[in-house]
């Protein structure tokens, strides 16, 4: 498995229209292509991580232009463009 992680910082005031914005495109992130596990956490300042655990780093790259377009629509919401890095998976535990 590959996780993505990708740091992001919302504008001032912006959290709460953003979550919302989250919501509404669950369905849309949940059915990408190979995709496990998805956890969004957010700071009270706006700071944040996107941990996306897909099938592969092929398959993380292949949903790369879907990833963008979803990031596109937080524009108005985001202090600048997000920061992606890849990582192998060495552990994905839930209970």
Same mark, same amino acid.
């Given at each position: &498995?590959?996780?993505?992680?990708?740091?992001?910082? &919302?504008?001032?005031?912006?959290?709460?229209?953003?979550?919302? !914005? !989250?919501?509404?495109?669950?369905?849309?992130?949940?059915? &990408?292509?190979?995709? =496990?596990?998805?956890? /969004?956490?957010? /700071?009270?300042?706006?700071?944040?991580?996107?941990?996306?655990?897909?099938?592969?780093?092929?398959?993380?790259?292949?949903?790369?232009?879907?990833?963008?377009?979803?990031?596109?629509?937080?524009?108005? =919401?985001?202090?600048?463009?997000?920061?992606?890095?890849?990582?192998?998976?060495?552990?994905?535990?839930?209970?």
């Amino acid at each position: &498995m590959f996780a993505r992680v990708t740091k992001y910082k &919302m504008k001032p005031g912006s959290r709460d229209a953003a979550t919302v !914005l !989250l919501n509404r495109l669950k369905d849309t992130i949940m059915g &990408m292509n190979g995709l =496990h596990n998805f956890v /969004n956490v957010m /700071n009270e300042d706006g700071s944040g991580y996107v941990i996306s655990v897909v099938e592969s780093e092929e398959t993380s790259d292949a949903n790369a232009e879907q990833v963008q377009a979803l990031w596109g629509q937080f524009a108005e =919401h985001l202090e600048g463009p997000p920061t992606a890095e890849g990582y192998d998976v060495i552990a994905n535990w839930a209970n």
